[in-house]
């Protein structure tokens, strides 16, 4: 009851600035003692290196993944052609995402200057919708470099203020290099395709990905042998005179050398073909052959290593966002989580549905979790670390802005990889686990 009432200060601390009218500054949620190290959370769970799942029931945690949710895909089950109606109907779904779908010019700014009515109506009409065929030959490529998947067939950025650099919205996700995708058209410029990854589908610029036949693609898809990144980000050179940048969870092909030594297969673009490139493999603790182990201390260690790093919108600036973040940290370790926060959590095998609870309840449903549960509503998504000495929860997420209710009123962009209470205030002034909508986890 106590580490109740301990959870519970916030509100009470909201209570008394109503009452009294005294008002303090506050600070940042950012946690920096020793509960933002993992080797706190490690050190208290001596078990916590125990396999959680064996590499078949990974498999088959996926494979219940798919099922749950339909923006995850088995791209080796994809059929050699799809009807043009799917493929219209997948584009229409894509431009709903940033209400595009229709043609009422959006209040944006591109380049700093407000969104013209031509390049709203161009950039729909690039989506070359009626070109479509009445069957579509689907063809195979393989990401040749860190690219942009987007919602429409438009490089530039689309932002909501004219100063804006980092939150554009035609931004899906980003792509690691070696990231098998399959192509359903191609845009009217001719410079886009569209196509489906493993888990969502969008516009991606021709340059950043090269074609190749089923057989090689397949190759990619699920490779026999393959290394993992488990650094929150590395660079390989590709032999073509390009350093990649591939982020944690990238798979890269692997193959015996000469020498019988491993090596990378690094997909390179010859004129839009598809070139593989042999590099050596150097595994250390940036890059692993194939993935880590499940356990519930890798996904803390697995979690820290973005710590500190910046807060990136689908991608962008070289980094992650709230459900890139730990959808890096669960596919370093095999498991393929949907891209958006509001599906991550509710599409886990196991599942906590906190509506109707009341705080003490929902504390009480995280405190029985696994560290790496996920915590979601329908715009944000944390991971669970564990209780502190003091029996508060500790999450790290990717945090984009935080509110303050005291003398500083108002919201602050931290756009940081943090460790952070569970408890910290949401912008409407309450212990954010009471915005929380489900606890997803492994078991």
Sequence with gaps: MTVILKRLLPAVFLLAVLLTGTVLAEASPELTDARATAAYWTQR?????????????????????????????????????????????????????????????????????????????????????AALPETVTVR????????????????????????????????????????????????????????????????LAKSDFAETDRTTWDGFVHPTDFAVVTANKTTIANGAG??????????????????????????????GALKIVKRPAAFDDTLHEGFLPCTENNFVRQGFRFLGDEYGWGGLDDSVDCSSFVGDVYRSMGIELPRDADQQAKSMPKVVDLSGMGEADRLAALEACMPGTLLANNTHVMMYLGQDDDGTPIVLQSMSSWFSFGSDYGKHYLRKVIASTATFLNFSGVPYINGVHYLGSLR
């Design 45 to 129: 769970n001596p078990q916590g290196d125990a396999v959680l799942l064996t590499p078949s029931q990974v498999e088959a945690t996926n494979e219940s993944l798919r099922r749950r949710n339909d923006t995850l895909t088995d791209l080796s089950a994809m059929p050699e052609s799809v009807s043009g109606a799917e493929v219209k109907e997948r584009i229409e779904k894509v431009q709903a995402i940033g209400d595009f779908d229709t043609a009422s010019q959006p209040d944006l700014y591109k380049n700093g200057s407000a969104l013209t009515a031509y390049s709203y109506s161009f950039a729909r009409k690039n989506c070359n919708i």
């Design 140 to 203: 195979y490529g393989v990401v040749t470099r860190r690219a942009n998947l987007r919602l429409l067939p438009e490089a530039a950025g689309w932002f909501e203020s004219a100063g804006d650099v980092h939150y554009d919205t035609l931004q899906a996700t980003a792509l690691d290099p070696a990231e098998p995708v399959a192509v359903l058209g191609d845009s009217y410029d001719k410079k886009f395709a569209f196509v489906r990854t493993h888990f969502y589908d969008g516009w």
């Design 242 to 271: 390009e350093s990649l940048l591939f982020q944690m969870g990238a798979k890269i092909p692997l193959a015996a050398g000469a020498n019988g030594a491993k090596v990378l297969l690094i997909p390179v673009s010859d004129n």
